[in-house]
């Protein structure tokens, strides 16, 4: 049970609730809210009236709650839908074409995590920036995953030569950039744990997105980003050892 | 060596306290709300702002979420 006297739980679609509404019209699970009372929340900061009408109202009971967790999700639809459309053009045809179904599965998982973070609202942003920020965190991850579906993480030779050529147009600087890339290699190889070598190349170099990585290895955005940045003070350090300017002037001479 | 502080920022990531994304996310919509009210999210969260400019997938997060707030400004509550 949560501060509010709210416990979630998944319930099979089609149970005699107010939540079957729900589950019919957006899939075969949905969020069950039971024992609810009315929060007493103690809020540091002054609510606007639409903020606590959203919170008060997700934390009654029985039809004015389910008339709000419909509201809710219908608010999380659009703010995974409108991110989902945000993101169409970098999409391969196979998920664009899927965008509607991600959208919608997306915003039923928001309303599961709004739902059992409501406790934790304390006002301090509006509720619906609040809320869509879990709205754009699922749908997001849901349509990383997507794309990356069937490749493969795997560097090859050029990899590293295409990260010096993306980089600056200035001679000077672009020789500078490959001499760096390929200290960086050299660094990347020898200075770094396998776990923070692998997910560098993958997300340095080869671009995949830390939520894949995570995905693939069955862990958290969380954690791989830490190892990312693990193994990139790593390689400052180096770097820094072999007479680069990477410390707090970064590149500057 | 004079490489430009931006390349070698996109391969070491920025300088300074990053909190991670479990903890910058926490405070996505309070640096948002700053941000889109004038004031300077950066100083008034400056660990998000390190972890923003560190981490790829937060700060495409980061950026649809400013887009969507942007576009839906007003949004009924439950009746």
């Known amino acids: 049970m949560g501060a509010l006297g709210v416990a979630l739980h998944r319930r099979p679609f089609g149970m005699n609730s107010w939540l079957g509404r729900v589950a019919s019209a957006h899939g075969d699970q949905d969020v069950v809210l039971d024992s609810v009372s009315a929060p007493h929340a103690e809020f540091p900061h002054e609510l606007d009236q639409e ?3 959203w919170f008060e109202r997700l934390g009654s009971t029985g039809p004015q709650q389910a008339d709000a967790v419909e509201a809710l999700f219908e608010l999380l639809h659009h703010g995974a839908r409108h991110e989902a459309n945000r993101r169409r053009g970098s999409l391969p045809p ?3 074409s899927e965008l509607d179904d991600l959208a919608r599965q997306a915003a039923d998982d928001a309303v599961t995590a709004v739902l059992r973070k ?14 869509w920020k879990f709205a754009i965190l699922e749908v997001s991850a849901t349509l990383r995953r997507a794309a990356w579906r069937g490749r493969a993480i795997t560097i090859d030779d050029a990899a590293w030569g295409r990260l010096a050529d993306s980089m600056p147009v200035d001679p000077l600087a672009a020789v500078e950039a490959r001499e760096l890339v390929a200290a960086l290699e050299r660094s ?7 776990l923070q070598r692998d997910v560098f190349v993958a997300v340095v170099v080869l671009h ?13 955005r969380g954690a ?3 190892a990312l940045h693990d193994g990139r003070r790593t390689l400052r350090r180096a770097l820094a050892a072999q007479g680069w300017a990477v410390d707090e002037t970064g590149g500057a001479p | 060596m004079t490489v430009p502080l931006e390349t070698v920022r996109r391969f070491l990531g920025p300088v300074g306290a990053d909190p991670g994304c479990d903890a910058s996310l926490e405070t996505f919509d309070l640096f948002l709300e700053a941000d889109l009210g004038g004031r300077s999210a950066a100083e008034l ?8 400019e560190g981490c790829p997938d937060c ?4 950026i649809g979420l400013r887009e969507l707030v942007q576009s839906a400004a007003e949004w009924p509550a439950p009746g």
């Not at chain 1, 990347?188 to 396998?194: A, F, G, I, K, Q």
């Open chain 2, 59 to 62: 700060r495409e997060d980061y």
């Open chain 1, 51 to 53: 903020s606590r009408l």
């Open chain 2, 45 to 52: 969260y400056p660990a998000a702002a390190v972890h923003l």
């Open chain 1, 188 to 194: 990347v190889t020898t200075d770094l744990t396998p």
């Open chain 1, 208 to 220: 995949a997105p830390v939520d894949v990585v995570a995905n693939r290895r069955g862990t958290t």
């Open chain 1, 224 to 226: 791989i980003y830490k």
């Open chain 1, 94 to 96: 196979a998920i664009v």
């Open chain 1, 118 to 131: 409501l406790a934790d609202y304390r006002g301090a942003s509006r509720f619906t920036t609040w809320a």
